[in-house]
T-cell receptor, first 115, second 115 residues
């Protein structure tokens, strides 16, 4: 099992360009998350999904859009990239269990630089 | 909303010594407190967690304590080893009724264990 994978691993964009980050999981998890990690800022939630076809805003959603058309995939889009979106992006997943206390499994990250 | 403060931001210890990382949270309703370890170039990985109905939890050299009254929780690593060197994140969330709350992360602690 691959677990949680992210594509691409690295990307350099020019201001105003668009791109899509792909997160794929083979864990059959219901919940999926997109975080950004900046130096000294920890992990901040951008958007999340509690199931196929659903998405919701997190702490820092501006400038990003997401889609969850299939249970195993969660896409993060940047319509018009800005230098402030230079960051490392992590996808995470977790399953739904009766206990409600579920571990989040993180992907390896995508390092994005916007010039 | 929830706010999680984490201290210190950097911690350097000698191999074999103990390391303690402390976090405070603002929302007294939060009831789930995980700790994640992030090695260089990788995504965070859960190392231990604690629920609000428990005051302490141990797993080999790692322990977490929770003081609900003071709204703080701590990670204790004993007999540190060079492979413990990483960035550690605390987090808090409110989980109830089968639903998972979003994790709010601290800003991280970079632990260096000197051989």
């Amino acid at each position: 099992n691959a677990g949680v994978t992210q594509t691409p691993k690295f990307r350099v964009l020019k201001t105003g360009q668009s791109m899509t980050l792909l997160c794929a999981q083979d864990m059959n998890h219901e919940y999926m998350y997109w975080y950004r990690q900046d130096p000294g800022m920890g992990l901040r939630l951008i958007h999340y999904s509690v199931g196929e076809g659903t998405t919701a805003k997190g702490e820092v959603p501006d400038g990003y859009n997401v889609s969850r058309l299939k249970k195993q995939n969660f896409l993060l889009g940047l319509e018009s990239a800005a230098p402030s979106q230079t960051s490392v992006y992590f996808c995470a997943t977790s399953g739904r269990h009766l206990s409600s206390y579920n571990e989040q499994f993180f992907g390896p990250g995508t390092r994005l630089t916007v010039l | 909303g929830e706010n999680v403060e984490q201290h210190p931001s950097t911690l350097s210890v000698q191999e074999g010594d103990s390391a303690v990382i402390k976090c405070t949270y603002s929302d007294s309703a939060s009831n789930y407190f995980p700790w994640y370890k992030q090695e260089l170039g990788k995504g965070p990985q859960l190392i231990i967690d604690i629920r609000s109905n428990v005051g302490e939890k141990k797993d080999q050299r790692i322990a977490v304590t929770l003081n609900k009254t003071a709204k703080h929780f701590s990670l204790h690593i004993t007999e540190t080893q060079p492979e413990d060197s990483a960035v550690y994140f605390c987090a808090a969330s409110l989980n109830y009724g089968g639903s998972q709350g979003n994790l709010i992360f601290g800003k991280g602690t970079k632990l260096s264990v000197k051989p």
